[in-house]
């Protein structure tokens, strides 16, 4: 695994490069920088342990080449260490490529690293997998040697998956594309799926507009469920999200957070929420089209504040290029 230290100003430098006529990009010196890691990097989840706010995203590459994943870690959004190759399909027999979406998670001191492969249809092997390290930029172990979730339920694709533990210790999978999303209870070694008490395996809690990309904040005794909208390779790809007292809905939506900004980037979406654990501030980290993007995959991770109103309610996020001031996490 090759590691490499990155400094916020050459992002700065590359943000300066990627829109026309610097004057107008917002650009503080005071901000950290958006993107905030360099390179084609999508759906990407945030997480934070001891200090260290970690970023798992997807390769934005053509799912052929989406071989391995990368990860990337700071302590004050200005430098970052870039960790290569945290997984790949070599490890994974079972991927041929399109590996995507990592979703990571702690527990008794190992790091498991959930993830989609092989963009799965009906009949065919793939969905998503798990892997486990003991640290956690890896390198990550196949933990089954095939796939956790392979079967296509509720019309829901088997990607996309958010590991969220609730307050009495219980880890649920919110997961989904193709417009449904299902919820499952993981085992404590997360080898399988624990049965709900009417029996079942998976429950659907799919809300109105959802199309993939789940995610699950837990603030405040309230359940803070948000998902993408839209077509991740148009301008139409935003984040909604809803409010409710249990962990399986109903999530009515209440709006938007995060959309397309014709001024700074478009198809805003597939993002994870961080807070720091020094000063509480939340972030959000989600992937945006560079303005003039090439094509779909032409995807960068970006960084911003969150902020909830005194209801409670999440308040529209403003995109930026000059990213949140530099913090600790
Ligand atoms: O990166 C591949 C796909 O793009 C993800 O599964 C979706 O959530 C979208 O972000």
Not at 80 to 89: C, F, L, R, S, V
Not at 116 to 123: K, S
Not at 125 to 150: C, H, M, Q, W, Y
Not at 291 to 311: K, P, Q
């Amino acid at each position: 695994m090759k590691k490499t230290s990155i400094f916020a100003s050459s992002l700065l430098i590359t943000g300066f490069a990627l829109c026309a006529g610097v004057a107008s990009c917002g650009i503080k010196p005071s901000g950290s920088g958006n993107p905030c890691i360099p390179g084609p990097y999508a759906d990407p989840e945030g997480i934070v342990y001891d200090g260290t706010l970690f970023i798992y995203p997807t390769r934005s590459l053509p799912f052929r080449e989406q071989t391995s994943m990368d990860c990337f870690s700071t302590t004050d959004l200005k430098h970052w260490t870039k960790y290569e190759n945290i997984i790949d399909t070599s490890e994974v027999k079972w991927a041929w490529g399109a590996m995507w979406a990592p979703s990571v998670l702690r527990k008794d001191g190992k790091y498991y690293l959930f993830f989609g492969a092989n963009d799965v249809h009906e009949g065919e092997t793939g969905g998503i997998g798990v892997a486990v390290s003991d640290r956690p930029e890896g390198p990550f172990k196949d933990l089954l040697g095939r796939p956790l979730i392979n079967e296509i339920v509720n019309g829901a694709q088997p990607i996309d998956q958010y590991v969220f533990t609730d307050k009495d210790g219980s880890c649920y999978m919110y997961y989904g594309g193709w417009g449904h999303c299902n919820v499952v209870r993981l085992s404590d070694d997360f080898t399988s799926l624990v049965p709900f008490p009417d029996g079942k395996l998976y429950r659907e809690v799919t809300p109105e507009n959802y199309t993939e990309g789940p995610f699950m904040l837990l603030k405040d005794g309230k359940y803070y469920f948000m998902w993408s909208e839209g077509d991740w390779t148009k301008d139409n790809y935003r984040v909604a999200y809803a409010i409710s007292e249990s962990p399986f809905g109903p999530f009515r939506r209440i709006g938007t957070i995060l959309e397309s900004d014709p001024a700074v980037g478009t198809g805003a979406g597939h993002h994870s929420v961080v807070q720091s654990s020094k000063t509480g501030e939340y972030y959000i980290v989600y992937h945006r089209h560079p303005l003039g993007a090439a094509d779909g995959n032409d995807r960068v991770t970006c960084i911003e504040e969150l902020h909830f109103d005194s209801m409670g309610k999440i308040l529209p996020v403003k995109m930026t290029f000059s990213g949140p001031a530099p913090a600790t996490f």
